[in-house]
């Protein structure tokens, strides 16, 4: 039976013990007899052994991440802190000079130990295990002795935490609990026939292997499934002996290659994060990239994979700060309507002293309110309280003083209110530009603006973790070209549309934006050219694309000349006001993206036609 494998996109599996053994075994090759240069610790996660070998220096990454935890060679470049944390320097201490003597690893097991030899304070040699633990939420770094007694970990666990295994200074080291499971090597033919038929019968194989065998996670089954030529969903009372016979044909090769280090590793870049594997990966779809060494696959994979996560993490942070901020601006605004509200008073107060003054006769003095006829209403009769402790025109004069002081807090409220809305405008159209991230360099411009703005602190969810190379230039705004060759360019976030709108546009290209919706700015560079109507559609098509209303059908889009777009005197980033507009319904289409095929602006515009019929 055919095999229908091939899912978009994937779900970022862990290191299983299949990869894992792979890389111990590649370590055992390639650390043997370096020498310790160097321990650092650039956070809290990650620790770098510099080691060298004859003509090479060799970095190694031990990482406890909880979502990226791992261990292998990198090329990558880290920052470190000013002062090392403590577990740096013991390590430093005890590592110091020394040299790699072993590295091990217990079958299919995601413990890695390392053997170092060194001096002890006295001169003598001494050795220590370094022991990487690589197991998720619960990985650790753990520092023993050649008595195994433990001198310290990257991270403590107290009895109250893990009343099975302390893991603290000056306790006896005890492995993480074994998986208890078969050891592939150890299944022939017969014991492998018997694991699949002493299964219930609906089980699947794939599930049976990642559950009952070391080292097979999901994915590794999966591969076995798909590698045995068999249906993904094919359950055990599905299999007969030929399929019971494929399948361990597929698991033996999995296994072997590992044993032998013929491996084939392989990375596939998903919509998300790479997916990655000892083999060519067939149960996954996406671009294939082939290694020469598994250490450089996990190096490839894991720094897209630490992109993808810090970059989540980042836009959860900045979109967490700006919902913040527009509860606070909401709040603040709601009080100003209310002064806003209670100042309209102020009017009321006028007429009562004018009523007052003009009809001070009618006033008898002690009273403390008095009936007068209100002229600006059809002579409609009014009641005004007075102060029977002064004279009528004083009781005038005061309401004149009431009316003076109501108007300025009118019109001081007017314009707190007016900020406000201002500002929460302003915070929503940031808002929108999160939402439409795609890239941590588009994170970090939005980032950078909202510390200029105030709202941030400096550094607040930047990561320091890695040494620049280079000053990285801003991103460039989005640029398309339209069926009829005209270049369009569309804004990021609201410094790129200050930039397009204010700097790069001319007076005659157009300008689009999503009618009272938070969105990009978008510019139709048309070098004094009419543009056709089709391009019109497109550039409202990318508006609306690039807006809030992404997902809603007949999203107005209003277009006019550049020359007819100002921005206020100290407007904020993004934010301007135009005039001389029309509008567009359209609905956006994903589609569009890749047909007028969105890149990085690159030298000069292009040419439009000549004729062209589109206007504003």
Same mark, same amino acid.
């Given at each position: 039976?055919?095999?229908?494998?091939?899912?978009?996109?994937?779900?970022?599996?862990?290191? #299983?013990?299949?990869?894992?053994?792979?890389?111990? /075994?590649?370590?055992?090759?390639?650390?043997?007899?370096?020498?310790?240069?160097?321990? +650092?610790?650039?956070?809290?996660? #990650?620790?770098?052994?510099?080691?060298? /070998?004859?003509g090479e220096t060799l970095r190694l990454l031990i990482s406890i991440d909880p979502v990226l935890a791992r261990v292998h060679l990198t090329e990558e470049e880290f920052e470190n802190p000013l002062s090392p944390p403590p577990f740096c320097l013991l390590l430093r201490k005890h590592l110091l000079p020394g040299r790699v003597v072993d590295v091990r690893q217990a079958p299919f097991e995601r413990v890695l130990e390392i053997i170092f030899e060194g001096l002890d304070d006295a001169g003598d040699r001494t050795r220590r295990r370094l022991i990487a633990e690589v197991m998720g939420r619960h990985s650790n770094v753990v520092l023993v002795d050649e008595e195994g007694t433990i001198l310290d970990a990257m991270r403590r666990v107290p009895g109250d935490v893990n009343r099975h295994r302390e893991v603290l200074p000056n306790r006896p080291y005890t492995p993480p609990p074994s998986q208890d499971r078969l050891i592939p090597s150890a299944l022939g033919p017969e014991e492998f026939d018997r694991l699949i038929r002493l299964v219930p019968s609906g089980a699947r194989p794939a599930k049976v292997l990642s559950e009952r065998v070391a080292g097979f996670s999901p994915l590794a089954g999966r591969e076995v499934v798909a590698r045995a030529g068999l249906e993904p969903d094919i359950c055990r009372d599905q299999l007969g002996a030929g399929e019971i016979e494929a399948l361990f044909r597929a698991f033996s090769g999995v296994v072997r290659a590992v044993e032998t280090g013929s491996l084939d590793p392989c990375a596939i870049e998903t919509d998300e994060a790479p997916e990655f594997w000892i083999l060519p990966l067939q149960t996954i779809a996406g671009r294939s990239k082939r290694f020469d060494s598994m250490n450089r696959l996990l190096d490839w994979t894991y720094r897209r994979r630490a992109a993808a996560e810090r970059f989540q993490r980042t836009k959860k942070a900045l979109s967490s700060l700006v919902d913040q901020h527009l509860r606070r601006v909401a709040r603040k605004s709601e009080l100003q309507r209310q002064e806003v509200e209670a100042a309209k008073l102020a009017e009321e107060y006028r007429v009562a002293g004018d009523l007052l003054t003009?009809?001070?006769?009618?006033?008898?003095?002690?009273?403390?309110?008095?009936?007068?006829?209100?002229?600006?209403?059809?002579?409609?009769?009014?009641?005004?309280?007075? #102060?029977?402790?002064?004279?009528?025109?004083a009781n005038a004069q005061r309401y004149y003083r009431k009316y003076q002081k109501a108007k300025k807090t009118m019109e001081k409220a007017k314009e707190h209110l007016e900020a406000?809305?201002?500002?929460?405008?302003?915070?929503?159209? &940031?808002?929108?530009?999160?939402?439409?991230?795609?890239?941590?360099?588009?994170?970090?411009?939005?980032?950078?603006?909202?510390?200029?703005?105030?709202?941030?602190?400096?550094?607040?969810?930047?990561?320091?973790?890695?040494?620049?190379?280079?000053?990285?230039?801003?991103?460039?705004?989005?640029?398309?070209?339209?069926?009829?060759? +005209?270049?369009?360019?569309?804004?990021?976030?609201?410094? /790129?549309?200050?930039?397009?709108?204010?700097?790069?546009?001319?007076? #005659?290209?157009?300008?689009?934006?999503?009618?009272?919706?938070?969105?990009?700015?978008?510019?139709?560079?048309?070098?004094?050219?009419? &543009?056709?109507?089709?391009?019109?559609?497109?550039?409202?098509?990318?508006?609306?694309?690039?807006?809030?209303?992404?997902?809603?059908?007949?999203?107005?889009?209003?277009?006019?000349?550049?020359?007819?777009?100002?921005?206020?005197?100290?407007?904020?980033?993004?934010?301007?006001?135009?005039?001389? /507009?029309?509008?567009l319904f359209v609905t956006p289409d994903p589609g569009l993206i890749s047909r007028l095929g969105s890149a990085f602006p690159d030298e000069g515009p292009a040419n439009g036609p000549e004729t062209g019929t589109g206007r504003p």
């Open positions: 039976m055919g095999a229908s494998f091939g899912l978009k996109g994937g779900m970022n599996m862990p290191i #299983d013990g299949l990869v894992f053994t792979a890389i111990a /075994q590649e370590l055992g090759r390639l650390l043997k007899s370096a020498r310790v240069q160097g321990v +650092f610790q650039p956070s809290p996660h #990650d620790l770098i052994l510099q080691m060298r /070998q004859p003009s009809y001070l006769h009618l006033v008898p003095p002690g009273t403390s309110s008095v009936e007068l006829p209100n002229f600006y209403d059809g002579e409609r009769p009014v009641v005004i309280a007075l #102060d029977p402790r002064e004279s009528p025109a406000s809305l201002a500002e929460l405008e302003y915070l929503e159209s &940031v808002k929108t530009a999160l939402l439409l991230c795609e890239a941590i360099s588009e994170l970090e411009e939005i980032e950078a603006e909202l510390e200029k703005g105030g709202y941030i602190e400096k550094s607040l969810t930047h990561e320091r973790r890695r040494k620049p190379s280079a000053r990285r230039e801003a991103p460039a705004p989005l640029a398309f070209t339209s069926s009829d060759g +005209f270049r369009v360019l569309v804004g990021r976030n609201n410094r /790129q549309n200050d930039l397009l709108t204010m700097e790069i546009a001319k007076g #005659d290209d157009l300008w689009l934006h999503t009618k009272e919706i938070p969105g990009a700015h978008v510019i139709v560079q048309t070098r004094g050219k009419s &543009v056709p109507e089709q391009t019109l559609v497109e550039a409202a098509m990318l508006a609306a694309y690039y807006s809030r209303a992404r997902d809603s059908a007949n999203v107005p889009v209003d277009y006019t000349f550049r020359r007819h777009v100002r921005k206020p005197r100290g407007a904020r980033p993004g934010m301007v006001i135009y005039d001389h /507009q029309r509008t």
